[in-house]
T-cell receptor, first 114, second 113 residues
């Protein structure tokens, strides 16, 4: 079975400061990894995904993530956050045999302060 | 291209009643998945439909069911509602059965009183 752990439930950060959201997964098979963002009263929006190839993945809105197979991690980073990045961020895992089933972490709430 | 739409957006029901939620996927998408989001359990996979067939199912009781129509629209039904069914129900669509790119709708907020 697959599982995802997001180590921080809340991350306060000042505007223009960098942020890193941590994600660790467990799976016995090859995985696909995703980060989604959820703004208040909205659905989920895909930020970026790792399917294969380069371990550094760039996504929308200036976010990037690095896949580390040995540490089973997929941490999300942004070098300079904006007030508009205030949202909840979810790490998710899937695999070839899972079809469209995503297993999500518990989420990290990012609060950007002016 | 229009996004995933879910109706209704908000719903209040009483314990013991049943409810039907609807999801219209992006045009051309053939796979629809459903998720339940609650503060306590987070985001949990309910089921996936592709070509009118349920392809995958999460760990939910039989009170939760769904179906998909020939135009790929999907409905989920919850019978004999319990207080714990209060949640945001999210629908996601994708072109096929790979999870490479799923698009989520805004969700239906169900409150059970």
């Amino acid at each position: 079975a697959q599982s995802v752990t997001q180590l921080d439930s809340q991350v306060p950060v000042f505007e223009e400061a960098p942020v890193e959201l941590r994600c660790n997964y467990s799976s016995s098979v090859s995985v696909y990894l995703f980060w989604y963002v959820q703004y208040p009263n909205q659905g989920l929006q895909l930020l970026l995904k790792y399917l294969s190839g380069s371990t550094l993945v760039k996504g929308i809105n200036g976010f990037e993530a690095e896949f580390n197979k040995s540490q089973t991690s997929f941490h999300l980073r942004k070098p300079s956050v904006h007030i508009s990045d205030t949202a909840e961020y979810f790490c998710a895992v899937s695999g070839k045999a899972a079809g469209n089933k995503l297993t999500f972490g518990g989420g990290t709430r990012v609060l950007v302060k002016p | 291209k229009a996004g995933v739409t879910q109706t209704p957006r908000y719903l209040i029901k009483t314990r013991g009643q049943q409810v039907t939620l609807s999801c219209s996927p992006i045009s051309g998408h053939r796979s629809v998945s459903w998720y339940q989001q609650t503060p306590g359990q987070g985001l949990q996979f309910l089921f996936e439909y592709f070509s009118e067939t349920q392809r995958n199912k999460g760990n939910f009781p039989g009170r939760f069911s769904g179906r998909q129509f020939s135009n790929s629209r999907s409905e989920m039904n919850v019978s004999t509602l319990e207080l714990g069914d209060s949640a945001l129900y999210l629908c996601a669509s994708s072109w096929d059965r790979t999870a490479y790119e799923q698009y989520f709708g805004p969700g239906t907020r169900l409150t059970v009183t």
